[in-house]
């Protein structure tokens, strides 16, 4: 099959969050299996110049964007075997950062019909055009309305793929017309209106000819009123055509035995991981210490990620017990000045870094013996399988793709791969902790936690081929 990803951001170019670890990694497992996968991406500033140097310049087209007709270009190198495709507008996209911005219901207008104006250009019609979160979701509907009668395009099936539902890009009533040309009667409960507003999400959702989700948990929990956030009722009523998909991670990107930004390269030695537990101890500037377990926790610093349990429990934790925790991230002010003054009154305990530095993330991968993620939602997570791909033991809670792909261990059979609590509370956290800690002090059960993490498969092959299935059941083809 002709497939084509259509997305914000995507690994190694320019990467917010998981998203782009999706786009980068899931196109490269469906070209494996033989179908001709590509990406189009909007040309950012930011995207480092040893990818646009290489650029190759193949056409422009004019994009309509409502009664305005915008500059078009079309930029293009190949990457690990896929073409990628990149849409540049400097008025759009030159400027530091991906989101946040006043107009980004504009920019991203702009984008989904680029999108769409683009294929004869590069001279591509998909089969499937794969449409991620809100930035590409108006894709379905402008395919639609402007394109339904196009003989080239009439045969273009859709998926939409949910990240994170509670970004949903809503914007005013009237983008509608002023920025996508489409007429009012769209503007429907059964089309976009979103409480008086415009949802680009909504337009993914009714549009496309399927809906996927990131694991079978998350689309069980969007389905309720709690997680729905005000679109649960037309979750429920897509019915068959919502699927929930495990995400995968890049195993050949992320492998401890050929690492190069770890200092010990490993597949499956304990003796090995704990050389790289010095290692990382020695850099953060804690004792060095192999009998103390060491967490970590690499992670945006805002309200969703769980943080206030942490913050809840951190002194009295670093307080009574033996351990040392670091964390790695970015986010909410709040957040980070709160950890930046415990790691003052925890210096020997407490490693914190405000910032994101691949690197060192790698590292704390490869160095720590515990990975917490205790988070309030989590669609799907790539951390905690970052963590078990390299031995790091994953604290989780029971929800979203944490559930999915964190079994808690028992010690009785032997099963699992990690640590989980369920209620949204401080002190399970706590426990759950410590319960994890007791066993890392049992060097035997210790043994069987960490070989069965890295017993793990990872790898997006299982979960590409379950898109496989669903791009084969709306197009109709075979093999």
Not at 24 to 31: D, V
Not at 96 to 107: A, F, I, L, M
Not at 149 to 154: N, V
Not at 155 to 181: A, M, W
């Amino acid at each position: 099959m002709k497939i084509l990803f259509a997305a914000a951001e995507a690994a190694p170019f320019i990467k917010t969050g998981g998203l782009a670890d999706v786009i980068g990694a899931l196109p490269k497992a469906l070209k494996q299996a033989g179908h001709d996968v590509r990406i189009v991406l909007p040309k950012y500033q930011d995207i480092p110049a040893a990818y646009t140097d290489t650029l190759r310049h193949l056409g422009e087209t004019v994009v309509p964007v409502g009664w305005r007709r915008q500059y078009g270009g079309i930029e293009y190198l190949v990457w690990d075997g896929i073409p990628v495709y990149f849409i540049d507008n400097e008025y759009y996209f030159r400027r530091d950062g991906v989101y946040g911005y006043w107009d980004d219901g504009e920019r991203f207008a702009f984008l989904n019909r680029a999108v769409l104006e683009i294929l004869p250009v590069i001279d591509f019609i998909p089969d499937v055009l794969h449409c991620h979160d809100w930035h590409t979701a108006m894709i379905p509907l402008l395919l639609k309305e402007h394109f339904g009668q196009h003989p080239d395009y009439r045969g273009i099936r859709t998926v939409f793929t949910i990240h994170n539902l509670l970004y949903q890009g809503v914007f005013p009533y009237e983008v509608l017309g002023d920025l996508l040309g489409l007429p009012s009667s769209y503007f429907t409960a059964d089309g976009v209106e979103y409480y008086g507003n415009v949802s680009f999400m909504k337009a993914g959702l009714v549009f496309a000819d399927h809906v996927t989700t990131v694991s079978p948990t998350y689309a069980a929990e969007i389905r309720t009123e709690h997680y729905g956030y005000g679109l649960d009722g037309l979750l429920r009523a897509l019915g068959n055509r919502l699927s929930g998909i495990v995400n995968g991670i890049d195993v050949k990107l992320y492998n401890p035995a050929t690492d190069p930004d770890i200092p010990v390269r490993y597949r499956k030695s304990l003796s090995k991981k704990r050389e790289n537990k010095a290692a990382l101890q020695k850099e953060l500037g804690l004792p060095v210490a192999p009998g103390v377990p060491l967490v970590g926790m690499i992670t945006r610093l805002v309200e969703p990620k769980g943080l206030d349990l942490v913050t809840r429990i951190m002194d009295e934790w670093l307080h009574f017990d033996e351990v040392q925790f670091v964390v790695l991230g970015t986010g909410d002010p709040a957040y980070e000045d709160w950890f930046k003054e415990a790691a003052y009154r925890h210096p020997d305990k407490l490693s914190v870094h405000i910032r994101f530095n691949e690197g060192l993330s790698r590292r704390i991968y490869a160095g720590s013996d515990l990975f917490l993620m205790p988070s309030r939602f989590e669609p799907c997570g790539i951390s905690q399988l970052l963590a078990l791909r390299y031995g790091s033991i994953p604290v989780v809670r029971e929800t979203g793709g944490l559930n999915d792909t964190v079994q808690a261990y028992n010690e009785f059979t032997g099963e699992g791969n990690g640590f989980s609590f369920t209620n949204f509370n401080a002190h399970d956290l706590l426990y759950t902790i410590r319960r994890a800690v007791s066993f890392y002090q049992n060097p035997g059960e210790w043994k069987k936690i960490t070989a069965n993490a890295f017993a793990g498969d990872y790898s997006w092959n299982r979960s590409a081929g379950q898109y496989e299935e669903i791009y084969r059941e709306i197009t109709g083809l075979k093999d």
